[in-house]
């Protein structure tokens, strides 16, 4: 038995290859699916089924791609509707996968057709469950996500994630394994762990949500608790994964079209494309192509498109390092932007010695700040999430999270100067990149962001401990 975790940290996703005497499940593959591909033939072994926990909605499944490949069918529990061929399960329907068995447990909740897959060994022992968006470590699925497509309401859904838990996985033996979907950071869930597989014994202490004496209410009242707006992508996303999609190959073959910089120019202005810049923050701030979005590949790069961007039909114009068009390329396509339609050839030097007009962005040091803030009260944006600011922040900063940025343009001066941080500089500059791009030019950066700015004495609220809020 091989069981291999195969994590995204820039989407916090988990997928799953699980191989036994030379057949091969996998479970909520990414979109690019050749590395499963060739996992199994180095494996000597053949794909025989794909599973999917539910409808993803923060990433595109390679479940479409991967089947038409390999010929080995799509797997759902109850109450999937795809609009392609695909074996709806049973509750309790078991596939076989070498010597392991697969055991199909509907833990609706999350969304209505949510499932959670037990995995006995040879012996039938219950070893570990693949448990998608039901369960994670140290948080439960958000259960507001799916309530327009069921016609329920996000505290109906949390009572019926109430009883899936209970009955179906809190059951189970201490000794077996958790491999969720996500991990820390993802917007699927509000608390989860850095880790990424435990065993249920331990999430039954750890995890709020598995307590022992806690009430249908009390449960309902806590997992809705505190939850923001889900990202504008995620309906778009739900969407590919139930009707299906273009393949990544496809998608690549579009957007690696070089084009010169007055091609370029011309692309953007013929179409309407967002210039999407992926650099280094500091490689931006000191120069780039005039109302251009920045969202650099070294952060939490699909995500941020995803919740920033929102349209996934967006055409998107890219300047990007040289070599990593087609990782650019990839990575969107994970969360559903297809539409790239090429790239700056020669990269951001190139538009310069063309002798195109270029934007820069103010940034200063921590150090040269401090009295402004401190004494002149020039006035800060804080841009970090919602924890974070509530945590510890700047005296008197105002709180406008990236996430929500699009929603509080108004609040910011139009011609008197303001400083941005986040808090460590790469979410400050995607914000001003977008407050660029929409007349604001009186903004300067804070370099290095919220760290730099206490540690340089910057006044700063009493700390709070992320855990008590």
Avoid at 50 to 55: G, L
Wanted: hydrophobic share 40%; proline share 5%; glycine share 8%.
């Amino acid at each position: 038995m091989n069981i291999e975790q195969i994590y995204t940290g820039c989407l916090a996703q988990g997928a799953y290859y699980i191989e036994s005497k030379g057949e091969v499940a996998i479970i909520d593959p990414l979109r690019e699916v050749q590395p499963y591909i060739d996992r199994a033939k180095n494996d000597n072994a053949q794909i025989k089924y794909i599973f999917e926990t539910h409808f993803h909605a923060d990433f595109v499944s390679g479940h479409v791609t991967l089947s038409k490949q390999t010929d080995a069918p799509i797997v759902y529990g109850p109450n999937a509707n795809p609009s392609f061929e695909a074996i709806i399960a049973s509750d309790g329907q078991e596939f076989q996968v070498g010597e392991l068995t697969l055991k199909v447990l509907h833990t609706p909740g999350h969304t209505m057709e949510s499932t959670t897959y037990l995995l006995r060994d040879a012996s039938g022992k219950d070893h570990a469950i693949f448990s998608g968006d039901t369960l994670f470590l140290g948080d439960v699925g958000r259960p507001d996500l799916a309530q327009k497509a069921a016609d329920l309401t996000m505290e109906d859904l949390a009572g019926i994630l109430y009883d899936s838990l209970r009955k179906k996985i809190m059951p189970l033996s201490d000794d077996v394994i958790v491999y969720p979907a996500h991990g820390a950071g993802s917007a699927c869930g509000k608390n989860m762990m850095k880790e990424t597989v435990d065993t249920l014994g331990n999430q039954k202490k750890m995890n709020y949500a598995l307590r022992a004496d806690m009430t249908k209410d009390e449960f309902i009242k806590e997992v809705t608790d505190g939850l923001l707006p889900p990202p504008k992508y995620f309906p778009l996303n739900v969407k590919m994964n139930k009707e299906g999609y273009d393949d990544i190959e496809e998608v690549i073959g579009r957007g690696t079209r070089a084009l010169a910089p007055e091609e370029f120019e011309i692309a953007a202005n013929e179409t309407g494309a967002l210039v999407l810049d992926v650099r280094h923050q500091n490689e931006f701030i000191q120069g780039h192509i005039p109302r251009s979005i920045f969202i650099g590949l070294n952060g939490d790069f699909a995500p941020w498109v995803g919740t920033l961007v929102a349209d996934t039909k967006q055409p998107i114009l890219l300047v990007v390092p040289e070599g990593l068009e087609e990782e650019t390329i990839t990575r969107l396509s994970r969360v559903g932007f297809d539409g790239s339609i090429g790239y700056l050839a020669g990269g951001f030097e190139a538009w310069k010695k063309a002798e195109k007009e270029y934007d820069t962005i103010t940034s200063l040091p921590a150090e040269r700040v401090k009295e402004d803030i401190n004494t002149k009260k020039v006035p800060v944006f804080d841009v970090r999430k919602v924890g974070e600011y509530q945590s510890e922040h700047i005296i008197d900063a105002h709180h406008t999270p990236l996430s929500m940025l699009n929603d509080h343009l108004a609040e910011f001066p139009k011609e008197a100067p303001f400083y941005i941080h986040c808090a460590g500089g790469y979410r400050s500059v995607i914000a001003a990149s977008i407050l660029k791009s929409r007349g604001f030019h009186n903004l300067i950066d804070l370099a290095g962001g919220y760290a730099a700015l206490k540690k340089a004495g910057a006044e700063v609220t009493d700390y709070v401990c992320p855990s008590t809020l």
